[in-house]
């Protein structure tokens, strides 16, 4: 897998089984093109700050739409 890629320009695709999660070396390598993102065990993470309640559920909200289309739904 080449890691030089630059991760916002592809698509998610369900994993259908049978293929093994990257190991720690290669998700390290990767997190470093995503900034502010983190592991967490095995978890991906990130932190986000809103000002308000306003722009905090407009932000779930552009994931939950963005999320659906893709066909990918991360805990929030």
């Known amino acids: 897998m080449a890691t030089s890629c630059n991760l916002a320009d592809r698509q998610c695709r369900p994993c259908e089984g049978g293929i ?4 720690a070396a290669m998700a390290s390598e990767m997190l470093h093109s995503l900034v502010g993102w983190a592991l967490n065990g095995e978890c991906l993470e990130k932190t986000f700050a809103f000002r308000n309640h306003y722009e905090a559920m ?3 909200n552009a994931i939950a739409w963005l999320s659906h289309r893709e066909n990918h739904h991360p805990e929030l």
Do not use: E, I, N, S
């Open 58 to 60: 407009a932000f779930v």
């Open 20 to 23: 093994a999660p990257l190991d």
